[in-house]
C-alpha cells in the first residue's frame, strides 16, 4: 500500500486561499473591527481542528470555511453569523467551551453556537429522536433564526462531500435532508439552495434515476438551446427597442422535480426534458421595477399567446414568503407551453437568497445588523404566525409521519406537544384545567369540531367553553392523555359526592316522615333491599330519581327499625354485571370500564344501553362493536361469523348517558304533550334529544330520543309514562329500522 504524502506547508497554503475566497465574499463585513473578528475566529476555528480531518482525508477546517462562505455568499448573512458559522463545530468536536466562545466573542454568539450544538447530530429517522431534533430547532428558532440558517448552510456542504461516507450514513442524511432540511429551505424562501439540497439528495437516494436524468439532460441539451434562442429573439428585439436593460436566463426543471414527474406521475422523459422557464430580469430603480416588469409581459405577449389560467402576479401581492415575480405561460410556434417569468434585479436577488437579500434594498439608515435582527424578525413572525401559512410551513415537514407525537398550535400560535390520537378535549386540559372541564367542543382550523375529534399535527385548535358545562364520565372514553383522565376522575368524583349529599338530604327526611332513627342500621337496610354497594351509591340513584323514595318495597317498621320483605331483596350485586354469554369463547369486553384499553363503539342499528344483553363483534376496520342480543343482525353475525364473536358485559358507569328511541300512542288529550315532557325532564331527570308527535281521529302516535344510563332507569321512565293518564303504549324501538 502506497503512503499517501500530505505535503503539509501546501495545505497550510491551501486553507489561507479558501479563506481569503470566503473574505471576498463578505459583502456585509466591510469595517476593520468586522474584518478582525472573522480573522480570530477563523485563527480559533483553525486551532481547535488542527488534528482533525473530514472522511475525504481533507484538513476539518475546509468544511467550517465552506460553511462561513454558503453563509455569507448564498445567504448573505453578516459578520456574527460568519464568525459562528466558522466555529459552530468547535463546542462539539473540539476542547472549546461555550464559556471560551462568550469569553472571546460574546453572549449572542454563545447562544447561536449553543443552539447549533443542540441541534447537530444525525438524527435517527426510525425514532423519535427525529421529532425532538425538530422540536429544538422550532425552539432554538425562537431563540435566533440564525441557528437555522447556519444549520442550513452546514447541510449544505455535508451534501456536497457526502460521497465519502459510508452508504447507510449517506442514504441517512439524504432522507434526512428531504423530509425536514428542503422543506425548511423552502419555507424560508431560499429557492436556490433548496432544489440543491433536493437534487443532491437524490443523488444518494436513488443514483441509478439521477444519473439517467442527468445523462438525459446533457444529451437534450443542445435542442434546448436552440429553442431557447429561437424563442427570445423576438423578445429581445422587442426590449432592445424600448431600451430597457435587461438579462434573460433559462433553466430547466430541477432533477428532483423532473424525477417527481416521471415517479409519481408517470410522465415520461421524453415529455418533460423541454419544460423550462425563461427567466427576464430586469436592471431598473425599484420605483419604476413594477410598471417595467408588466412592459416586458406586454411585449412577450406581443409574440405569444398567453395562457390565461396561468397568469401569476406576485408583484402586487408578494407571496408570504416574500418571493415577488410576474409568471406567465405561452405557446411557442412549435406548439410548447413555456413559462416566462418577469422580475428586477431585486426580487431576483430575493428570490434567491431569500430574505437575507433584504438587507441591501431596504433604507441605508440602519446599521446593517438591526436591519438583519429586523429580518430575522420577519422570519420568526411568519413561522410563528397563527395563521394558514404557519399551518402549510408545519405541513410541509409532514409531521404527522412521526409517530408518537403531534404538534397542535393554540390561537396565538404557541406550539403543543400531544401523544397520537389525542382529541381536542385533551388539548383542552393541557391548556388548563378548567378550560377542560368547562369545554364543549373547539374550532379546529376554523371549523367547528366536538369535544372527541382527533387532533393532527399542525392543527390550530380554539376551545370553546361555557361555564354550565361539567365533565361527564364518557368524557373517559373520549380523552387518552393520563393528566386529562386523572382531572376528569377527580370532578367526576368530586361531583358524585356533592349529589349523594342531596340524595342523604331527601332520605333523612323519608326518614323522619317514616319516624325511623337515622342510624347505620337503617341505613344499610336500604342500602342491601335496593342493590346498592355503598350508601354513597345509594344516595346518588335517590339524588338522580333513579330510586323512588315515594313509594317503597315492601317494608315493615318496628321500634324504630326498618325492615324490608325478604323475597323483595335484591341479591347485592356486583358492580358490574355479567349479561350475556356469546357463543364462542374469548376474552370479555368491559364495556366502558376506563381501565380496559379496548377500542369499542356501540352499534348503530340497535343502540345498546347498559342493561340490555350484549355481544362484542369484531369488524374489520372499526374495533368491536357492541350489539343487543336480540338486534335484527344478531343471528345472522352469530352464525356466520361465530368465531368474531366476543362476550361483552357491562361496567357500572352512574353519570354516562346513552340514547334510547321511544315510541308511543295515546288518545289525544290537550296537554298530554306537556305532562310526558315534564316526567322526562323534571322527575325522572332525563335528557331528551328529539321528540315528534303525529295525531290523527283522536289517536297520536309520537317518538322520542332519550338518554338514560341503563336499562333500570329506562324501565322505570317507561313506567311512569304509561301511569299518564291518555297513553296506552310505551315502547322501546328495537332498532332504528323500525
Ligand atoms: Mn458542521
Redo the contacts with the bound molecule.
Sequence with gaps: MAKIEIDLEEENREILRRYRALLRVCYRSKTRADRARIRKAFELSVDAHKDMRRKSGEPYIY??IA?AKIAAEELGLATMSIVCALL??TVEDTEITLDDIQRQFGKKERVIIDGLTKI?GVADLSSSDQAENFRKMLLTLSDDVRVILIKLA?RLH?MRTLDHMRRDKQLKIASETLFMYAPLAHRLGLYNIKTELEDLSLKFTDPAAYDDIITKLQKTQAVRTRFINQFTLPIRRALDEQGLIYEIKSRTKSIFSIYNKIHTKGVPFEEIYDLFAIRIILKTPQEQEKTDCWRVYSAVTDFYVPSTERLRDWISTPKSSGYESLHTTVMSPTGKWVEVQIRSERMDDLAEKGYAAHWKYKDAVESPESKLDKWLGQIRDVLEAPSDNAIEFIDNFKLSLFSEEIYVFTPSGDLKTLPVGSTTLDFAFLIHSQIGYQCIGAKVNHKLEPLSHKLSSGDQVEILTSKKQRPKEDWLNIVITASARQKIKTALKEEKKQISEEGKEMLKRRFNSLKITWGSKNIDEFVRAYGCVTAVDFYFKIAKGRIELKKLKPHTVEADRIRFDKNTQEKHEEITRIVTTAPSTGDTVLIGDDKQKVDFSLSVCCSPIPGDEVFGFITVSEGIKIHRTNCPNAQELMSKYAYRVIKAKWSSNDLVQFEVGLKFSGTDDVGLVQKITNIISTDMNVNMRAISFEARDGIFEGKMVVLVHDTEHLNHLIKNLQDVDGVLTVDRIESEFA
Excluded: M, Q
Aim: glycine share 0%.
Design positions: 468544511h467550517p460553511v459552530h463545530d447537530s452546514d455535508n
